[in-house]
């Protein structure tokens, strides 16, 4: 039998096989091409000096064929210093070249002084989180993960086990919007000033300091928190502001005050059939001292209506944590929305 290597990616030639990795392993189970350049060299920039992550990469060869790659991930952003990510796992359909990838990952993150490992995570939670567990017969949003189903089996079978479930939920044009939110949306109206902001097109510094702040308020107590650096917000606005459709960014202000956010992404992943949706609600929030004010529905009711002036005839609600009982309930009883996707995050503690 041909020898299992697993080799740490150091050269420019390493990085272009660990792009080539992907696109072979998905180009025989017949899924959708995707950019694998472009995460490819996001994660070598961030190998190579970012204030914020240390990252190293590995390919797994099978003599000289190139049959699996994972990268180890430390940011210092996330709330639990014991814990690295392990993220950009692909791997052939083989349970030993699983093992060995992730031992890999989780000697790295040891040596970082790290006891805990979760993933995949790449490179962050406000990027590709998770695999996809449920849903495969329709493609996700292109930030979204979407791998071969036995993914599944290889991390469980290696000793992983699940940390977070994650959802994706279906909403149709046809859904109505429900009455009471109508009376709540006249009653936030009345009490509050209250005004919806599209901030693509405003000064970008000081939307960069907005969006990063009302971001991070809203979305402080999610599992698996990592801020959105101002870098990263500026990144944000910059895709918003020369899209075609720079109204898909807003967000709630009240009194004057910024108040909650909505980031609405267009699909524009490859090989998308009529019936994938084609644009996803990514983020609606709200900072704590706004909530239960009925100041949900403005930022609801805006999402809604500009999807159906998109002419989209459906659309994609995520991630939702599994355990966020409140916004599960908003979703599923109040919008009636089905489930679409499952994803889940897997954990496991590093030996020492």
């Known amino acids: ?27 025989k189970t017949g899924y959708p091409e995707e950019d694998v350049w472009e995460e490819t060299r996001n994660l070598r920039v961030l190998s190579q000096g970012d204030p914020y992550r240390q990252a190293a990469a590995f390919i797994a ?4 064929e190139m049959i699996g790659r994972i990268a180890a991930i430390v940011d210092s952003r996330h709330q639990s210093v014991q814990e690295g990510f392990f993220g950009f796992f692909e791997c052939i359909k083989d349970q030993q070249v699983a093992r060995e990838l992730l031992m890999a990952a989780a000697e790295k993150l040891k040596s970082w002084g790290k006891s805990v490992m979760l993933g995949p995570i790449s490179p962050s939670t406000n990027d ?8 495969f017969d329709t493609l996700p949003h292109q930030n979204l993960t979407y791998n071969p189903p036995y993914y599944q089996q290889l991390l469980e079978n290696c000793g992983l086990t699940k940390a977070m479930g994650l959802l994706s939920y279906l909403w149709r044009h046809d859904m109505p919007i429900p009455n009471h ?3 709540l ?3 936030a109206l009345k009490r509050y000033d209250a005004a919806i902001v599209f901030q693509a097109k405003g000064d970008l510094r000081q939307e960069t300091e907005i969006l990063t702040e009302v971001y991070n308020e809203s979305l402080k107590n999610n599992w698996g928190f990592v ?29 004057g005050e910024p108040a909650g956010i909505c980031l609405l992404q267009p699909n524009t992943r490859p090989g998308l059939k009529p019936t994938d949706p084609q644009i996803r609600a990514a983020v609606l929030g709200l900072k704590p001292q706004y909530r239960n004010k009925g100041l949900s529905t403005l930022l609801i009711i805006k999402a809604i209506q500009i999807v159906k002036e998109q002419g989209c005839p459906t659309a994609e609600i995520s991630l939702i944590m599994e355990n966020n009982r409140t916004v ?24 020492t």
Not at 61 to 64: C, D, K
Not at 231 to 255: C, K, M, N, T, W
Request: net charge positive; glycine share 6%; aromatic share 10%.
């Open 1 to 27: 039998m041909t020898l299992l290597t697993i080799r740490e990616v150091d050269s420019r030639q390493d990085w272009r096989d660990f792009a080539q990795v992907k696109e072979k392993i998905y180009s």
């Open 185 to 187: 949306e006249a009653r």
């Open 128 to 135: 590709k989180v998770g695999i996809m567990v449920e849903g």
């Open 227 to 255: 801020p959105l650096t101002p870098e990263e917000a500026r990144g944000i606005l910059r895709q918003y502001r020369f899209s075609p459709h720079p109204e898909l960014l807003f967000r709630l202000d009240v009194a």
């Open 181 to 183: 939110f109508f009376t």
């Open 328 to 351: 599960r309930g908003l979703i599923e009883k109040t919008l009636q929305c089905p489930v679409l996707h499952r994803y889940q995050v897997y954990r496991t503690e590093i030996s």
């Open 61 to 64: 060869l099978q003599g000289e």
